[in-house]
């Protein structure tokens, strides 16, 4: 079986190595049979693309690589295209991706990340780190106190790797779990979930929101104005999903207006921010760029043993078990 | 028995309440023969020495009220002091204290919050949160990616509540928990425990650093200049103990320098520290003031259950759990 990895090009700290591969290989003895290529340019894609197989790619160039109609003739043989990224959110909409070919996400490289800096925002947020950061700007010692964690009652939205990652974390802390996803069944680190319809009915009992879902058309301007009007006054907001999925200018109202206490933001809208955006300065927002769900030392290794995983599925006839559905979008 | 409560004054948010007091006694149901009053004025306070068997106060005035050799007349019939602190520097050297006394600490009512507050400064640390405060001051998105806590190693100076409740939550992360404390003997949520001479030995290997040791004769300094040198390039310290259990001009140097990557701490010199002072400015330092154990919405609930604990205890003719040994000063 023959895998070509199409690494970024010009940001070579992100490049799966051959050093990694032999390693993931070790790690997974019975990938056997399988021919590796390597590049990070335009012409190394176009060598390998007749021969391959398997793809393993970031997800940005797949799109313009590809317009509707061009994937079977430049690659007659390609089975599979793993994304390296979780969210393929930029490859959409997939009418460029031919039935034949399978479409893998790099879900579960980021749990154990996601679910820690998402407990850090909800206890940076709980803490009231954003007001001690004003604070200390104007060299000011006031004392606010706060309690634990302990019984207190967090909604999350989405429960993949991100959303199950924080879940897990919170569970920990002894907080009320309420998960939000796509149906209603339960999940193993959550107290309660509910269905996206009823998203109404349980954002008026977040103390503490955190949003993780992927962006889809359905979860684009998910937290509404009207929505962020639902959550409880004092109600805190972690954004670790895209900075698409909440209303950003009504999330900055409202910290202004005093609805909500406070905020930590992995993502906006634009990213990168431009340095005179309000959410660099609305009271009470935290702006991280982009990390929450980024481990580079082990990132490869783990995006290396997920693709083997599926390709092991592949091969005794499973489903991939990181297969995106083009209709869903995740 | 008669109980004297003496709340601060002038700080009714602290104050134990008789509604608090009630609610202990029925979650205590054997602490019958109680005879409480309150007061928080010095009226209140020479009307009930006289008589009282147990004073419940915060630390702060004891010292000032009774000079060497004047409890005994004051308070003849006084058996014990409770502090509603778990820190009692502030009422040390102890010449005040009569042998037939004893006085109590509250050590216990501090060791979730003072957990979730090192863990959440760990965390800050790990994923570069004083960066991103300073390139949000700028308006300068600029990942800086940052790896997961698991197998990371923390030295914890001090295991009582607080440093216990922190090796716990380090615990759950997967760190490497090394404990330093007075003896080296095991500690259940530490992978190593050793004695404090043997500190310098352990300081090279703490990629994170927590102090929280109470502050002592012993450990006043206890993080001088040359052990600040001791720590490895890039080290993070955590000081939830006492602003003078570290040098606070050489950490400051050591950040601007570049040896230290980021330091949270919830303590100073002075306190509350002056708004020109460089430890509010000095890069990859994180202030906050003095609010990391506590937890106002449980605290005086706990400080009844642990005065209740002590008093079945010395009722009982066993050794008081939070005696506070005068030589060792906790």
Known sequence: MRIHVQNPAGESQFA???????AALSRNPDMTGLEVSFASDEEGLTQALPEAEVLLSWVRPLRQRFPAGALPGAAPRLKVIACTSAGVDSAA???????SVALLNNRGTHADKAGEFGIMAILMLQTRMPAFADQQRRGEWKPLFASTLEGRRVVIVGLGSLGGGVARRARQFGMRVIGVRNGPEPHPDCDETHATEALDTVLPRAEFLVLACPLTERTRGLLSRERIALLPPGARVVNIARGAVWDQDAICDALEAGHLEGCVTDVAVPEPL???HRLWRTPGMVVTPHVSADDHARYND???DILFENIRAMRAGRPMPNRVDPVKGY
């Open 93 to 99: 909409p997939f009418e460029w991706l031919p039935d």
């Open 274 to 276: 431009p340095a005179d």
């Open 16 to 22: 799966v190595t051959e050093a990694q591969w032999s």
């Open 302 to 304: 783990r995006t290396l």
